[in-house]
């Protein structure tokens, strides 16, 4: 690749939405503009990349949009070049799709990528990096479970509608004097169900970290019960599981790189409850409600940041590498080290070691 300055960049958004990719979007086309270079919006994540689908983004496309939830650009997590779903006779089959990625890329005239993406989409940049593209990361995903940054954006609008959520659901259950219990996404980490468990005052929070204990649960809402607190929340990830037991699923769909659907654990925990409690329980599953609608002022911030820094690293030509938050401060990692591990919610985290001093279970006897 030539050293030559940076005149044209492509961005794209990868992998399931989330609150905040468009205040990116426009965090890096404005100054993009500003420095005279052309911004190409690819449309629908790395599947525009694969199928040559592209919009020029002016100035006028990103004015406006820092509210708006969603992607201008439409996002896809069946995209994924080297794991590329096809029909033929009827049946899916698997293809590497990567050479016509990089046809496009180079027939686009582009000097870098910025890709806005969680795991899977730093995944994908790290092999299209190998292949010779130019490519900053921007770490994106409702489920925090980047290890490399502190923070990615999108994890505090999902926050968000779960305390609200939880709220809601407080009035409701000490009015009826029921068992509440809300399952909220995170995949196989338990972020979500942590913070926003904290933030809306739960009772138990279930998370994958830290598999259960049924016995624990029922003790906890019994005896809670008999000291006069006759309603319970239980705030439970998707990704949770009891002692010995495994994950719920809703089904496999095989044209993602990881097929597994999760959810319905909520649904077991409220019948299990309920049967050996002899309390009332019902469920509520909270669902793509935490990706959809406007980011939080947090999330807009951070991703304002985000934007303006990868911008910042693609005029540098510091290539392969993603933007972090690190304490207060946007840094930047090699995307190599970025997915080298899943960030996961140890057992002495502080959020843990909070919630249970306030009295929360997280369904185990010991931490
Ligand atoms: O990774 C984000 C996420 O919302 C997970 O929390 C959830 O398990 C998954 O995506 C849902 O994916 P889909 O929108 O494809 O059902």
Not at 24 to 34: Q, Y
Not at 325 to 351: C, F, Y
């Amino acid at each position: 690749m030539s050293q030559s300055k940076i005149k044209r960049i492509g961005i794209l958004t990868g992998g399931g939405d989330c609150p905040g990719l468009n205040a990116v979007i426009r965090g890096v086309a404005k100054p993009a503009h500003d420095h005279g270079l052309s911004v190409l919006g690819i449309l629908d994540g790395f599947e525009g990349l694969v199928e040559g689908k592209a919009i020029e983004l002016y100035n006028r496309d990103v004015s406006g949009i820092i509210a708006k939830g969603g992607t201008i650009l439409g996002s896809s997590n069946k995209g994924d070049p080297f794991h590329w779903p096809e029909e033929i006779n009827g049946k899916i089959k698997i293809m590497d799709r990567s050479k016509d990625a990089l046809k496009n890329y180079q027939a686009w005239d582009l000097d870098a990528l910025v890709a806005i993406g969680g795991d899977g989409t730093m995944h994908i940049a790290n092999y299209l990096s190998n292949m010779g593209m130019n490519i900053v990361g921007v770490p994106k995903t409702i489920d925090n479970d980047l290890e490399a940054t502190d923070q990615t954006f999108g994890h505090d609008s999902a926050v968000f509608v779960v305390t609200e959520a939880l709220d809601r659901l407080h009035t409701t259950a000490s009015a009826h004097h029921r068992i509440m219990v809300c399952e909220v996404m995170g995949r196989y980490a338990g972020w979500i169900a942590l913070n926003g468990g904290l933030a809306g005052g739960a009772d138990i929070i279930l998370i994958p970290e830290i598999p259960f204990d049924w016995n624990v649960i029922y003790d906890h809402v019994l005896r809670r019960n008999m000291k006069g607190k006759r309603f319970s929340i239980v705030c439970v990830a998707e990704g949770a599981k009891p002692k010995n037991g495994g994950l719920v699923t809703k089904g496999k769909d095989i044209k993602r790189t990881d097929p597994v659907q999760l959810g319905g654990i909520g649904e077991v925990v409220a019948k299990k409850i309920s049967e050996n409690t002899g309390l009332e329980t019902r469920y509520t599953v909270l669902g793509h409600l935490q990706r959809g609608g406007s980011p939080t002022p947090y999330d807009r911030i951070l991703s304002t940041k985000f934007g303006t820094n990868a911008i910042q690293l693609v005029i540098k030509r510091k290539f392969g590498r993603m933007v972090a938050l690190k304490g207060s401060e946007i840094k930047s990692v090699r995307i190599v080290d970025a997915i080298s591990h899943q960030k996961l919610v140890k057992p002495n985290d502080q959020g843990v070691l909070a919630a249970s001093a306030v009295g929360v279970s997280f369904g185990t006897e010991k931490l």
